[in-house]
């Protein structure tokens, strides 16, 4: 069996009115690939910033309920925040590397750290070989990572997330401003990571989901409809909610 | 031709005989202006100080009053600009404060610029004792900066995309490093083009300087902040209404107004060459 690594404990969130969140719980395995999958509007999104509290950036919203990473509640008023998120990376929808160049976005998370400058060099090549970049940009540090094609911006920021060493990282629909090729080649990676970290993705393709989570989970509304193991859901899903969205019904 | 044609013949002329008016206003005013000083325009015109009560001379004083003047306002109002803009646009809470702020600032932008004059002679020259100096003008010009700065540093780091910003935070940094580290170097560009600008405005204002920094005549020039100066707006000022020579120093007026015509439009062209610098580099 293998270990939680992050669950939610009834958690509910609001932003103002509206309800997002519905008494959710779920259980994150350790160094397995788990996909959140729904309709748009179905909380997805908003769940995987509960697990690294960049949900805190909106002011209007509201959350209950608990979110352990490792047994520890990240939303207890003693936590810090900054912690929660070096441990959690983020990859997001559209590539966001800054405007800096190669080197310094890798660099980005261990200079805010005050890391000595050698051990950052060995990092930055390091996480960079991890994402598969090293051979691409290696004789190009310096030149500004805006330079760099969709695809390769999207690995630079996988690189830079994993350079804070996480044990998890959260994608948010990571490959879809990206082409067929860019998007083959984050999948393959995805795969290869979880060795090393637990992977959480959010998706809006059924057929990425089952092609490289171990885990899927679907939400409808706020509400965590069915979680299992992919193959079992895909082949049996429990809801009928699931077997809708799952053929293709709506979404 | 068609009616139709006809009125599109017509509107695109109109718009011709409308650009046409304005480009030979422009022109007119630099010929003028050139005209009738640019042969004063010297060496020795702008390296040495005025003679004979102003009769001859060149005008360096003023040109040294004006340069100190626009260095310490803008050295004064950049910092208050920024920083203001830094918390409108990240911390902006309470809303309501933010919007005071915002109305007073725009309600400040909107006043004209004598008053500014008056409100540095009150506050500065004679509340606060500083006389009539450069320390006294170059506050009541930083006041008048104010606006300016603070629009152009706001609208910069709001045109920082929010990615930038959330891509730091998920890093773990905190609100000031992500501020200090992503927010500004990339907002930098455009607040100093917003200052340049502001530079621009400062250097030729006449009205807030005229009773808390300039004076009419000096040969001396500055040695420390609370002296008074000579300024190049000012001296045309002095040199049209004042004096019992017109005919000799109304050329020395426009020769005066040709340098710092020439000065302001330097700054712009340094400010349209960094923006043009920047278009070209951002891919955001």
Redesign the interface.
Known sequence: MVNTHIRTEDLNLWFSDNHVLKDVNIPIYDKNITALIGPSGCGKSTLLRCF?R?ND?I?EAKIKGKVFLNEQNIYEPRIDV?????KV??V?Q?P?????SIYNNIA??L???GEKKSMINKIVEKSLKESWLWEEVKDRLNE?A??LSGGQQQRL?IA??LA?NPNIILLDEPTSALDPQSTAKIEELCIELKNKVTILIVTHNIAQAGRISDYTAFMYLGDMVEFGETKKMFTVPQDKRTEAYLSGVFG | MTKRELKQFLGVNLLRIFIAVTAIFLILFLYVIISKGGKMVTWSFLTESPKKYMTEGGIFPAIVGTFWLTIISIGISLPFGVFTAIYMVSYGKPAWFVRSVRIAINTLAGVPSIIYGLFGLTVFVQLMKLDVSILSGSLTLAVLALPVMINASEEALRGVPHDFREASLALGATERQTILRVLLPTALPNILTGTIISIGRVAGETAPILFTAATFYTRRLPTSVMDEVMVLPYHIYALMTEGAHADKQVPIAYGTAVVLLALVLLVSAIAIIIRYNIRKKRKW
């Open positions: 690294n960049m950036l002011p900054t912690q929660v998120r070096t990376g983020m997001f559209r966001n590397p800054f405007p800096k980005y998370g200079k805010i750290r500004s805006l330079s920021c830079r997330a804070n």
